[in-house]
């Protein structure tokens, strides 16, 4: 089978990663055990799924768990684990790099070191640290340093703390994970981030977390503050984020998205290998995608909106 | 943009007008306005008197304004509203002690069936009920069915207890023996369950978020199952529950996720989430708009969407005209006027007798 897909949304976990966060005693997220990973693994789930590239970022809880020396650390192992796939594999990867926020100094230095010697895709951040979300003043050098690099930045919720969300007998996984995105989005709407921040290429997981269903309101709220030019501002804003297809593949979502923004926008991901139990046979990876979107449209989806993101990769691939 | 959405807006009140004029309404002379709003907030003197102790009359982030029936009925008069259905505008009742919420429920029921009692053609009312106490709640609902009121509004949560928790069905089992109409409604966040520095009304976000937490734990619990009259209008569009809804079904779908979380929930045999999604109601308060309007059809058929505007909590920007023109972007002006009261009828027949 023809391996066309490119998927954004894709994590990865280095050997040495995983055994820092068991040594905090850290070895399940969102109450599954740590997934294994290694770059053949991750080949063998491209091959069952006909993926061609995957864009493999950090998930949650990148290195905010650690003290800032040994965060700042950390970080710079993981960027320069990335930066060595890349060169092994440079048709199969692409990866984002880890910042040690919320330290702001030196995850400044870390952007320039990643992006520019490194040469690393784009930057994941977390919706929030610590409970502040992107949208903290306290962030703002970090997004000035991406917007001045026109950077990709892939942005990637975590559960709240459980002190900071109902106790409700299921996993945060189901709607949690989304609502701190979605926390994210209202917040850099609010402080007018997008607008300030106007080349950054922002891409939100599982299609926004749920913004696009939200966004009536959103657009009410700014109105109610701001009038006509803030639901104006507000609409533009949404239109011009990427939102990829992880576990939110379905028309009920897509349908939505699709009045938001435009398709070029929207993008392929699979949150592998976090989402892996949610494929079981071999083939199709979110065949909901068909209900969807028409054939061509969606090997856009799969495969073009993606790889304009990463342009190191897609020039990679040309030349392969 | 503006002037395309200006133009389609002539168009559906012209496309109302027709419609009007075939069922035999009278459009141009003496209005009877059929359109039903399932909801809309009532600050009774109940409420008025909580705000005064509390010193704040903040509900949800959001101030309640005054209320009044006369300023209610010249809203109504002014956007050709038939008929509100009313509610308190917090449903848990928590502004007050628990001690307190059963003769606070007891009074907003009689002043709101007062309210129903003097317009009844114009007003419909949800009554309340102390929900974190079920036999106290079980009391309300008999006096809120021998006064007359129209159905009830649940809460999303009380207390951190929501709908689907075992404690609470008993009054579910109640609601659906006797077939009593629900708007599902969010509650605040009691402050030790919310992140702090989001900086944003709980209104705007938290509340659509509670409604996806209620919906989804009621799903999961199989409440919708196994009470399968229950049927509720889930407030807000329904939160973010048609947007979520492949991510909040996964455990149904043919994946290997129950195994996966197999210690943390038990699907109970037989349980097909996606028909139990189709069953619910949504109103479109906050979620008018095409975007809102698509996701919720792909779920349930264009019967089960029923205006809703959240008027005074949420401030309409517009002054006059039909509430929500934006409708008439994504629903066909049949399914608009399913949506703008053919449907609330039906669900209602008391106020549909009322207002006829």
Known sequence: ?320 | MTGLVTRRELLVAGAAAAVATRSGMAWAGAPVPRTVDVHAHAVLPAFEAVFARRGSRLVGGVPAPAWSPEGALARMDAQGVGAQVLSVPEPSLTLVGRRERATLARLCNEQLAAVVGAHPGRFGGWGVLPMHDPVAALRELARVRRLGLDGVVLPTSVDGVYLGDPRLDPVLHALDRVAMPVLVHATPLPDHDRPEQVGLPDALLEFPFEIVRAATAMMYASTLTRFRRLRPILADGGGAVPYLSHRTSLFGLETGLSNFFQRRVSLPPGLDLARVLSWLRFDTAGASMPAQIRSMRELVPVGQILLGTDWPMTPSVAAGGPPQPELARSLSPEAQSLVRGESARALLPGLAGRMA
């Open chain 1, 1 to 320: 089978m023809r391996r066309h897909r490119i998927d954004l949304h894709a994590h990865f976990v280095p050997p040495f990663y995983r055994e820092a966060l068991r040594r905090r005693g850290i070895s399940r997220i969102a109450g599954a055990p740590f997934p294994s990973w290694t770059p053949a693994a991750a080949m063998r789930f491209m091959q069952r799924y006909g993926i061609q590239a995957q864009v493999v970022c950090i998930s949650e809880p990148g290195v905010s768990v650690f003290g800032d020396a040994e965060a700042a650390a950390l970080a710079r192992q993981v960027n320069t684990y990335a930066a060595e796939l890349l060169r092994d594999h440079p048709t199969r990867f692409g990866a984002l790099a880890l910042l040690p926020l919320p330290q702001v100094d030196a995850s400044v230095t870390e952007v320039a070191h990643a992006l520019d010697e490194l040469g690393l895709d784009g930057v994941v951040l977390q919706a929030s640290y610590d409970g502040r979300t992107l949208a903290d003043p306290a962030f703002a050098p970090v997004l000035a340093e991406l917007d001045r690099r026109g950077a990709y930045v892939f942005v990637h919720p975590g559960a709240p703390p459980p002190d900071d969300r109902p106790g409700l007998p299921l996993p945060a996984f189901l709607y949690e994970f989304t609502f701190d995105t979605t926390r994210a989005v209202a917040s850099l709407l609010s402080a007018g981030a997008f607008a300030r921040h106007p080349r950054i290429r922002w891409q939100f997981a599982h299609a926004g977390g749920v913004v696009p269903g939200l966004s009536e309101r959103l657009a009410a709220h700014a109105e109610r503050t701001g009038g006509p030019p803030a639901r104006e501002a507000t609409v533009r804003a949404l239109a011009g984020l990427y939102y990829d297809t992880a576990l939110s593949g379905a028309p009920t979502a897509m349908t939505a998205l699709r009045e938001v923004t435009s398709l070029d926008r929207i993008v392929f991901g699979t949150d592998w290998p976090f989402g892996q139990a949610l494929t079981l046979t071999a083939g199709d990876p979110q065949p909901e995608l068909s209900r969807s979107f028409a054939p061509a449209e969606r090997r856009a989806v799969e495969r073009e909106h993606g790889l304009a993101l990463v342009p190191r990769l897609a020039r990679a691939l040309e030349a392969a």
